[in-house]
């Protein structure tokens, strides 16, 4: 899967060639927060995050995933169980996710969305935030483990 992961990078980072560093560090801190379980702090940073990124089509597939990332820090936050908070990608979206499978296939869509969201969101970071390169390194490692529990619907076993 480590295969996976870089040729994903590589297929982003066309379409994410780069954020003011601001936006960046803002983007990395989204993902580091919710990652060391500081809901309330990952809610702020997406929602700060989604008032610098500029439009465009990539950056409304990021801008989704952080609402992603938010809704589910809000509902952790408040310890509210969903199965599905609300958003979700749309179809012109998917095209930037890293796992693509049918809805109808997924055991649980609600966290492939988040977990779409938190890859794009680590490999838009990774790509646009150097600042932030060694706090998301440690993370590369989860990523992965992330995307092999996809491997079977992804065709790749």
Do not use: W
């Amino acid at each position: 899967m480590e295969r996976f992961l870089d040729a994903y990078i590589e297929r982003m980072r066309p379409h994410f060639p780069g954020f003011p560093p601001d936006t960046a560090h803002e983007i990395a801190s989204a993902f580091l927060a919710f990652k060391f379980g500081l809901y309330a702090n990952a809610a702020r940073e997406c929602t700060n995050a989604i008032a610098l990124v500029p439009d465009g089509e990539s950056n409304r597939a990021l801008k989704k995933a952080l609402e992603i990332i938010r809704a589910n820090a809000q509902d952790r936050e408040n310890s509210v169980v969903t199965a599905d908070p609300g958003a979700a990608f749309s179809p012109a979206e998917l095209a930037y996710v890293a796992v693509t499978i049918p809805r109808e296939n997924a055991e649980d869509p609600g966290t492939l969305n988040l977990d779409n969201a938190l890859i794009l969101v680590y490999v838009v970071a990774l790509i646009t935030s150097p600042d932030d390169d060694e706090a998301l390194e440690e993370h590369h490692t989860l990523i992965v483990r992330m995307l092999r529990d996809y491997k079977k619907a992804l065709g790749l076993e």
